[in-house]
């Protein structure tokens, strides 16, 4: 137990230094402990998955008529229906198959990393890596990898409710405790699965994977349950529907057949063939793999869905809420001026590199001047981020924004890994989004470095207005002054000054503390971040530029056109926020900027009256973040948020499509979140959207298609029963045709690339589900159509004497060649396939060429004219069929044309771009 030890005697038996473990023991642990993985979730197995194909009622049905049929004499029907069925069973199971592994895919790629100490050097490897005696590095937000113990701590506490259930943060201390404390109360030992709420800290693992407190309870948890899209969901639905209609129908059909006189078991295995085929069950497995390949095509756009519906609810976004920093914005900040001793200075330089000089109007300034220093030195104190030189270049660790003023100071001659060391730090109020500020404690003695004051001194630095709200005082013309409301009015001046140019504002304090204050007690919370943080001494002020992402101010204009409105949403100041919003195209003329408080002195009502026209919210709390989304939602619309802290958790989960940062955002935020996104763009939301509506287009459009294809199957052999008595399709021919119109077709239109103004459409009403009034009439009437080509085959035929073999050849490969038309149908709703490439879409080439020359095999070929009972047919055969089959394009090409929706946009296209 090492709850109850000091870390000298934990490190000694962890066997592990301050230097954390080498790679080779490290390598050898891992060996004898496994990887850090709670128990696996049971994997559906291959064979499983394969024989679950054939488990449906209709299925087994058919297999044991066929049987049946065998021992009673028609054995090669019987092997050609039980090789149609296994046949399609197997195509089926690829589908799954693949929509498993892009599942799986999903859970490798969002498998989690730690920050360990390795060698002396601090990495991140994949927590799964991890073993006993290792040293982890924890920040606000990070899941805690590993059981661990404590060993350094800066106001550590840890969100344990995953494993207790209780929601206040755990407060940890490095103490040893007595043996007899009970695990709840081991406040010096983390546990796998919690997460820290806030500060940092440093500790060294105990145990992993199954070893672990979590990993008992995971145990006891079993396996996680597979969630079902919504669109699988509604889709089921349908399907059972149009079952229990092919079923009836299907009966029907059977019973009239036997009173026509056709034999009874013929009748029962031919009418559970054509159950069988069209009935969609199918399509919930067809319908996962488009989604499964639409997340494929959006990992490479940087778009990491964690959850499979999410893709649906990607296409029907309606407002899409960003952070500003590093979203919208490059995350790149250079200081740019400075405000100290009431003057502005401009600072030169580009880039992270520690060159540059400072002008006040023209005429450099001395980097010696005793505010600059001090206002550097605070500035440097107070930060947690580094600068280096690696092979020539110089680069960051750690924030951007306090990097930039690393570098900044660095440019004035103070370097930080310098002065940590000289003026070392003793104690710590971590940097929050609710506080927007944050403090050190820093011995202030050696004195290389001109500084108005000695001994324990608290620097702290933060949003302009917060700090200057607990300063009573200021560092001005070298002595320390009472600040008068006449110099404070003056800096808010120059604070709007900065921020009007779109800089980013960050304002400077410090103050002597007197020493009975003890830094421990601060860092552990005991004394009130409020008590260190008043009667503070203003030393200046920062501007930093943090340019737009190139990309963005297209992504946003890509929006607007798509119907979809882009919202700011940041901690910055509301100035600095509007002038970048501005730059971008977010804010435009009639459009309202919101600052937190101010959203906070409005009423619901009132605010969601409002809502549609706030395109910037400054100054907020990640809190604010649920009421935009409230209001949006209560007004009906999809709502994507991104946000990175450990605070916008709960935005995430409120959100329809909630969007967390893969670069910056934190372990707590990336969890919460339906979407990742790898390079942290604003772009890249944009890019997923487009693919989010493509992907849904393309399921509504072979659902379409497979809606009239079976439309089409049954209408002709009903009709041609009802009206002559005669089976215009043996039990096989229709086995075949479902086998081939359900099989690659649809596979081939899920690869369908973007119409070309999918981004140009309003985005798709969620209520309206996936099979609407529209598709159903689409479906019904290409079926029919295809039902009355048939029919006319049929009439023609009788009238010539064909015997029926070669009558249903005809009917047969009538409708096979149809269906291939009809195929290109379905590769957009509104767009002529002309426009769209007759072959921009290769697979679909492929499929039906296939399915093509597989029909010519079957009429062709002996052996299988023998099976399928067809005949040859001859030149003058085909020139009836298929002009006639070719009027399924012809005329959804004129409908296309007529319904003018394609040519619409097309004309709104050009005036856009004109
Ligand atoms: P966004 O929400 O778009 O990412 P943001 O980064 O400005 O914007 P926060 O990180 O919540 O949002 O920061 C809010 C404010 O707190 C900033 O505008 C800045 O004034 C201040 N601030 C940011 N980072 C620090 C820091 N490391 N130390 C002190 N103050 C900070």
């Keep these: ?249 299907v009966a029907f059909v059977a019973i009239l057949g036997v009173l026509y006189g056709f034999p009874l078991f013929d009748m029962f295995l031919w009418g559970v063939a054509l159950a069988v085929a069209a009935i969609p069950e199918a399509l919930p497995a067809v319908v996962t793999v488009g989604l499964g390949l639409g997340v494929r095509r959006m990992i490479k756009r940087h778009a990491l869905v964690r959850k499979l519906p999410s893709v649906e609810t990607l296409g029907a976004t309606d407002v899409i809420c960003s952070d500003k920093t590093g979203t919208l914005t490059q995350n790149k900040m250079t200081v740019e001026i400075i405000c100290v001793n009431e003057q502005l200075l401009k600072v030169t330089g580009v880039g992270y590199s520690p060159e540059g000089e400072f002008f006040k109007e023209n005429q450099e300034f001395p980097a010696e001047d005793p505010h600059l220093q001090a206002l550097f030195l605070g500035a440097v104190l107070c930060n947690d981020a580094g600068l280096f030189k690696k092979d020539g270049i110089w680069e960051i660790k750690g924030d951007p924004t306090e990097a930039a003023l690393v570098v900044a100071a660095a440019k004035g001659g103070l370097h930080k890994t310098e002065l940590d060391q000289e003026y070392p730090r003793l104690g710590e109020i971590p940097f929050s989004s609710e506080r927007k500020r944050m403090a050190t404690l820093n011995r202030v003695e050696a004195n290389s470095v001109s500084f108005p004051v000695n001994g324990l001194v608290a620097f702290s630095k933060g949003a302009p207005e917060v700090i200057l709200e607990s300063c009573t005082k200021i560092f001005h013309d070298g002595e320390i002054k009472a600040l008068s409301p006449e110099v404070k009015q003056l800096i808010s001046g120059k604070i709007r000054e900065m921020a009007d140019q779109a800089l980013r504002v960050m304002a400077f304090s410090f103050r002597p503390l007197a020493e009975d204050i003890s830094p421990e007690k601060v860092s552990s919370g005991e004394r009130t971040a409020e008590e260190i943080e008043e009667d503070m001494i203003f030393s200046g002020l920062m501007g930093m530029r943090d340019p737009p992402r190139e990309e963005v101010k297209v992504a946003i204009q890509k929006c607007a056109d798509a119907g979809i409105k882009t919202v700011m949403i940041t901690g910055d100041h509301k100035i600095t926020a509007s002038a970048i919003a501005k730059e971008l195209g977010i804010l435009k003329e009639n459009d309202l900027t919101l600052t937190g408080s101010e959203l906070d002195s409005l009423g619901d009502a009132e605010f969601e009256e409002k809502v549609e026209r706030i395109s910037v919210y400054a100054r907020v709390y990640p809190a604010h973040k649920l009421r935009v989304i409230d209001a949006f939602k209560k007004k009906g619309y999809v709502v994507a948020m991104t946000g990175d802290g450990v605070n916008d958790a709960p935005a995430l989960k409120a959100a329809d499509m ?257």
Aim: contains cysteine; charged residues 20%.
């Design 1 to 249: 137990m090492y709850y109850d030890q000091e870390i000298n005697s934990v490190f000694e038996e962890l066997g592990v230094s301050e230097e954390g473990l080498s790679s080779e023991e490290a390598e050898k642990r891992l060996e004898k402990y496994g990887e850090n993985e709670l128990k696996e979730e049971e994997k559906v197995s291959v064979l499983r998955l394969f024989i679950s194909q054939f488990k449906s009622v209709l299925i087994i049905i058919l297999i044991t008529a066929s049987i049946i049929s065998a021992l009673l004499g028609e054995l090669i029907d019987a092997i050609v229906i039980i090789f149609t069925v296994f046949l399609a069973g197997t195509l089926s199971f690829a589908q799954e198959y693949r929509a498993e592994k892009a599942i799986e895919l999903l859970r490798s790629l969002t498998s989690p990393e730690a920050t360990v100490i390795r060698d002396g050097v601090e990495k991140k490897i994949p927590s799964k890596k991890l073993v006993p005696g290792d040293l982890i590095i924890l920040q606000t937000g990070d899941r805690i990898p590993a059981d661990a113990r404590v060993v350094k701590e800066f106001n550590l506490k840890t969100d344990e409710s995953s494993l207790t259930g209780e929601s206040v943060p755990v407060k940890k201390s490095t103490e040893a405790l007595p043996s007899e404390t009970p695990e709840a109360d081991r406040t010096n030992m983390v546990y796998t699965g919690t997460s820290v709420a806030y500060g940092r800290g440093c500790a060294v693992v105990t145990a992993t994977g199954m070893n672990t407190a979590f990993g008992e309870l995971a145990g006891l948890l079993g396996t996680i349950e597979r969630s079902r899209t919504p669109l699988q969901d509604s889709l089921d639905k349908f399907g059972r529907l149009i079952g229990i209609a092919t079923l009836i129908i």
């Design 658 to 914: 909630g969007i967390a940062m893969g670069i910056t955002g934190t372990d707590v935020s990336k969890e919460a979140s339906s979407m990742i996104l790898t390079d942290d763009n604003f772009a890249s939301i944009v890019a997923a959207v487009e693919e989010g509506r493509n992907i849904f287009k393309n399921i509504r459009n072979f659902i379409t298609y497979g809606i009239s294809t079976h439309t089409g199957e049954v209408l002709i052999v009903l009709i041609a029963i009802l009206g002559w008595q005669i089976l215009p399709l043996l039990a096989v021919q229709i086995l075949w045709i479902n086998l081939i119109t359900d099989g690659l077709p649809p596979m081939a239109l899920s690869v369908e690339p973007p119409d070309l103004n999918i981004m140009r459409q309003k985005p798709r009403n969620v209520k309206e589900g996936v099979v609407t009034r529209r598709e159903i009439i689409a479906g019904l009437g290409i079926g029919g159509l295809i039902a009355l080509q048939g029919l006319i085959v049929l009439t023609w035929a009788l009238d010539r004497g064909f015997p029926i073999e070669k009558l249903q050849t005809l009917i047969f490969t009538l409708v096979v060649f149809s269906e291939m038309f009809n195929a290109f149908n379905w590769r957009s709703d509104r767009y002529s396939v002309f426009s769209l490439g007759l072959f921009t879409n290769k697979p679909l080439v492929y499929a039906v060429m296939t399915t093509i020359i597989l029909q010519l095999i079957v009429i062709y070929v002996p052996f299988f004219q023998n099976a399928f009972g067809t005949v040859p047919l001859s030149l003058s055969d085909w020139e009836v069929i298929l002009p006639l089959a070719s009027t399924t394009f012809i005329a959804m090409e004129l409908v296309k044309y007529f319904s003018g929706r394609g040519h619409k946009e097309n004309k709104y296209e050009k005036t856009k771009s004109d």
